[in-house]
């Protein structure tokens, strides 16, 4: 049997450094080669094809939402069980599996938990309208999950489950334990579509067969691909709904509750919840009113803004897209609509920059699928799994508090600490000062960003974490993406005094009386020295990894 997926680490305050044994726990890389090979992707493929075809008759028909599609709108599961009940002239049910230990396991934090569960209010809401049920199952176990599905679809005499693809190892493995659940029943059928993406991960090959890995050709095939085949932006609607009987036969189903936060996690404070539910509204109607607000008022500018975050020139949709409450496909042809129904790379600049981005989502769902060991809390390239890495509590404490002494960094890290939330530009600063200035396991920094931000989703957060040879230099970063010195002053609020370059390196740029009265730390490491010990470091040890 497959080894089980290790936690990403035991959660973490930013007060204590904790040295936890099962924060690095992870299959040996031989095992990851061989998940590689054999992938669970592919093995629930296999599965599908079997169960979707079964001719079960027609009874109840359930739709299984999960976290990444909490929505009604341009729901390809929900839409494909709301037609087979319409065909067969049945009700649709719909249910959703609340898993508090499974925000454990994967450190969800505060912030991303309530707004997965303020969404499924909403949703809830929208969907009784209709007379659709949206059941809240509790799995109180994270081992108890196929049996608690199962024990739903008996208990409302389901004929047919619809559910959207999830693609981390963990929750493939849900769902063919499901399937082969399934198999065995002579009237249940299982159908998995695909929702997350516009094209489905590993159909884009290079000429050899093989999937790309690369992301420039991959973001060129993209471009191809939706414009050669324009029916993939397309969307499907929200379903019709039930007849009114139903809110009396699945009376039971429509009274069960959506929880209140685990008390794990729960925020800080009261102003604190109001405060992020203030910055971050859920549900899609207010990811569509964002999604707006970015066309017309920032698009154009974010070819040439996009890498400086005192403009904030982001659009700020990821948290909806990593819980699916708004739909990647409903987002572009918006989009195109706005450019004109021209396509990404022509017309508006900025869409054609952003649009990039949004293809970066893709292509590292296309990572996942063909290299899932990386969902196992190993790097892609298996060799950086070798690196000695530094037993630093001081520099980590500072790193998490945003107290380096380096202020693009601290910036970056007191933005996530108080909006759940960085600028792209900041995370792959603050990533990389963690895992080459301060030589701490870049795991570590990955898991303390999944406990906090808001928008995490694990393909994007791992392949954002990858360890390379690629080291920022904080200081001429932040004078090339904040000239103004905005950001930081903004964020460290002890240097907003300061005039020109000096608060880009307050302590080596200004006399040793005046930085001690700021008030403000001096740096924990030498960038330059530490840069190039990392350097070493990584060379010495992949070069001595033995796979």
């Avoid at 230990?101 to 949703?123: N, V, Y």
């Avoid at 600490?417 to 870049?442: C, G, K, P, Q, V």
């Avoid at 390196?505 to 005046?514: I, M, N, Q, S, V």
């Amino acid at each position: 049997m497959a080894p089980k997926k290790h936690a990403r680490s035991e959660s973490q305050t930013q007060d204590d450094y904790i040295q936890v044994e099962n924060a690095l726990k992870h299959p040996s890389p031989k095992r990851a080669k061989q998940i590689d090979e054999d992938t669970p992707y592919e093995n629930l493929c296999e599965l599908i094809d079997e169960t979707r075809e079964k001719d079960s008759k027609v009874r109840n028909v359930l739709h299984w939402f999960r976290s990444k599609d909490i929505r009604q709108e341009d729901n390809r599961g929900l839409h494909a069980a709301a037609q087979k009940a319409k065909e067969g002239n049945a009700n649709l049910i719909t249910m959703y599996l609340f898993s508090p230990k499974d925000m454990e396991w994967h450190g969800t934090s505060p912030a991303r938990s309530d707004f997965i569960l303020e969404s499924l209010r909403i949703l809830k809401g929208q969907l009784e309208e209709k007379n659709i049920p949206l059941a809240i199952v509790v799995s109180e176990e994270r081992g108890t999950k196929r049996q608690k599905v199962m024990d739903f679809v008996k208990e409302n005499d389901v004929s047919h489950i619809y559910a959207n693809m999830e693609y981390e190892v963990d929750e493939l493995r849900r769902d063919i334990s499901v399937a082969k659940h399934v198999q065995k029943e002579k009237d249940l059928a299982f159908e998995v579509l695909h929702d997350q993406t516009v094209v489905i991960p590993g159909t884009l090959t290079t000429g050899n067969g093989g999937p790309m890995k690369v992301f420039t050709p991959y973001h060129k095939a993209w471009l191809e691909e939706t414009k050669s085949e324009p029916s993939l932006l397309d969307t499907v609607p929200a379903p019709e709904g039930n007849d009114k009987g139903a809110a009396e036969t699945f009376k039971a189903l429509f009274d069960t509750k959506v929880p209140e936060l685990p008390e794990s996690k729960q925020y800080s404070s009261k102003e604190d919840r109001d405060r992020l539910r203030k910055l971050w509204p859920p549900g899609n109607e207010a990811g569509m009113k964002r999604l707006q607000h970015f066309l017309d008022k920032k698009v154009a500018g974010y070819m040439t803004h996009r890498s400086e975050p005192a403009r904030d020139p982001s659009s700020r949709l990821s948290p909806y897209f990593a819980s699916g409450i708004i739909s990647v496909r409903d987002v572009l042809a918006r989009t195109k609509k706005h450019n004109g129904g021209k396509h990404f790379d022509a017309g508006d600049r900025g869409i054609d920059s952003w649009v990039r981005e949004i293809v970066f989502r893709e292509f590292y769902r296309q990572t996942l699928v063909t290299t899932p060991h990386t969902s196992m809390n190993l790097p892609q390239n298996l060799k950086f799994d070798f690196v000695h890495w530094e037993d630093d509590a001081q520099g980590w404490q500072k790193w998490c508090e945003g107290q380096t002494g380096v202020p693009w960094i601290d910036a970056g890290m007191r933005q996530l600490n108080t909006e759940a939330y960085m600028h792209n530009r900041l995370r792959m600063n603050t990533s990389s000062y963690l895992r080459a200035n301060l030589l701490i396991d870049y795991r570590k920094g990955e898991r303390y960003f999944a406990e906090r931000l808001i928008d995490w989703d694990l393909s994007n957060n791992t392949q954002g974490w990858e360890p390379s040879y690629t080291i920022f230099n904080p200081v001429t970063q932040a004078e090339k993406c904040d000239p103004k010195g905005e950001y930081i002053r903004k964020w460290v609020p002890e240097l907003a005094g300061l005039k020109g370059k000096e608060i880009f390196a307050p302590y080596e740029r200004l006399g040793k009386a005046e930085f001690e009265k700021l008030g403000y730390p001096r740096p924990h490491v030498d960038y330059s020295e530490t840069a190039q010990r990392a350097k070493e470091r990584y060379k010495r040890d992949l070069h001595s990894a033995e796979l």
